[in-house]
């Protein structure tokens, strides 16, 4: 009887180094496909993450597979931002610091995010989610008197596509272009604003 616990626990063992060790492969390919872009291989991933190339392939058959699983740890990590935002107490700081997590995360990937389109669906839960809690801050933030009252989640959403296409259009790494475009735009966006 006492012979049981020995067995189950050695079969959850490999499972948390498989775990571990998708994650330390997940964040030696962000840092490769950030520096490398499109033609960063297999090998140089695993070199990064300290794994052999075919722990990498147990996990992940192929690159398609390992960018599958990134686009969807972004949409996670976006959606993280978003309740983040939201659950700040000032609407204004949390759409401020929701907007530069926009813009770092797609600094991060400019140089592969050709490779992350289309990975998730139009009709992605997680992404619905995004969407909707972007609404509830923009509200929050008009509520609030931050924001024009007639701004609306679907202009911060457009905000949030401009911001990826900006840093998609521009060779700096700093993201002085990306943060003086959302400067400017949310100046334009809030309650204060001059009217013409």
Same mark, same amino acid.
Request: cysteine-free; aromatic content about 6%; glycine content about 8%.
């Given at each position: 009887?006492?012979?049981?616990?020995?067995?189950?626990?050695? =079969? +959850?063992? @490999?499972?948390? *180094? &498989?775990?571990?060790?998708?994650?330390?492969? %997940?964040?030696?390919?962000?840092?490769?496909? /950030?520096?490398?872009?499109?033609?960063?291989?297999?090998?140089?991933?695993?070199?990064?993450?300290?794994?052999?190339?075919?722990?990498?392939? =147990? +996990?992940? @058959?192929?690159? *398609? &597979?390992?960018?599958?699983?990134?686009?969807? %740890?972004?949409?996670?990590?976006?959606?993280? /931002?978003?309740?983040?935002?939201?659950?700040?107490?000032?609407?204004?700081?949390?759409?401020?610091?929701?907007?530069?997590?926009?813009?770092?995360?797609?600094?991060?990937?400019?140089?592969?995010?050709?490779?992350?389109?289309?990975?998730?669906?139009?009709?992605?839960?997680?992404?619905?989610?995004?969407?909707?809690?972007?609404?509830?801050?923009?509200?929050?933030?008009?509520?609030?008197?931050?924001?024009?009252?007639?701004?609306?989640?679907?202009?911060?959403?457009?905000?949030?596509?401009?911001?990826?296409?900006?840093?998609?259009?521009?060779?700096?790494?700093?993201?002085?272009?990306?943060?003086?475009?959302?400067?400017?735009?949310?100046?334009?966006?809030?309650?204060?604003?001059?009217?013409?």
């Amino acid at each position: 009887m006492r012979e049981r616990p020995g067995p189950s626990s050695s =079969r +959850r063992a @490999p499972r948390r *180094d &498989a775990v571990r060790n998708d994650a330390v492969v %997940l964040q030696a390919a962000r840092e490769v496909f /950030a520096e490398q872009g499109p033609q960063a291989s297999m090998e140089s991933i695993a070199a990064r993450a300290g794994l052999g190339v075919g722990t990498i392939y =147990r +996990r992940f @058959p192929g690159k *398609d &597979a390992l960018l599958d699983a990134i686009a969807r %740890l972004f949409v996670d990590e976006l959606d993280e /931002a978003s309740a983040a935002a939201l659950a700040d107490p000032d609407p204004a700081a949390g759409l401020e610091r929701f907007l530069d997590f926009v813009g770092a995360f797609n600094t991060e990937k400019r140089r592969y995010a050709s490779l992350l389109a289309g990975r998730i669906g139009p009709d992605d839960e997680v992404s619905r989610r995004t969407f909707e809690r972007i609404r509830q801050l923009t509200q929050k933030a008009v509520d609030a008197g931050h924001l024009a009252p007639d701004v609306t989640g679907d202009d911060i959403r457009a905000l949030v596509a401009a911001i990826h296409a900006v840093v998609a259009a521009t060779p700096d790494e700093d993201g002085s272009a990306w943060r003086r475009f959302v400067r400017i735009h949310l100046a334009g966006l809030r309650a204060d604003r001059t009217e013409g």
